[in-house]
């Protein structure tokens, strides 16, 4: 994917986009400073596929300065997820339990997120795993070059943030 393709994709998926800054691309995953909230986020669009999707998947970890959160790993899913369906990521050889419903899913806590953090920065991929409203169960895929790069982009970028 070219890179001004992929920037245009990224920014697309939080309106509005004139309230952000770039802060950069890393290989598949970029980063964004939104002072106006404030807020980083390093974010990454899911692999393609062919198959039924009913959102555009992606995965993102976001800093919330004034509300100290840092770090914290969300998952838009390509469908939405049956209710009580057990959602399970897989990384680095680990399988992590995550909590979510609609189509977001999310580590159950602050340490599931710096495990997944953790993870990321040292495996090639990640992929999430549930059931679909329909029954039928579906995995989304991220590759994770830059992700590493992206995440330490958006933790400078909120450092000066309040």
Not at 20 to 28: A, K
Not at 61 to 78: C, D, E, K, T
Not at 84 to 95: D, E, F, R, T, W
Request: aromatic share 8%; proline share 5%; glycine share 8%.
């Amino acid at each position: 994917m070219k890179r001004w393709t992929a920037l245009a994709l990224f920014a697309a998926l939080s309106a509005p986009a004139m309230a952000r800054d770039s802060l950069g691309m890393f290989g598949q995953w970029a980063a964004f400073r939104d002072p106006a909230v404030p807020r980083c986020y390093a974010i990454a669009m899911a692999a393609p596929s062919t198959l039924q999707r009913e959102f555009q998947p992606y995965a993102d970890v976001a800093w919330w300065p004034r509300a100290q959160i840092r770090g914290q790993v969300h998952f838009r899913l390509s469908r939405k997820l049956a209710a009580n369906a057990p959602i399970s990521l897989a990384i680095g050889g680990q399988k992590i339990p995550l909590v979510g419903g609609g189509a977001d899913a999310w580590a159950a806590d602050k340490r599931g997120d710096a495990a997944i953090m953790a993870a990321m920065r040292s495996a090639r991929e990640m992929t999430v795993s549930a059931r679909g409203a329909d029954g039928r169960g579906f995995s989304n895929t991220w590759t994770l070059e830059g992700a590493a790069t992206a995440m330490d982009a958006a933790t400078v970028g909120c450092a000066a943030l309040r």
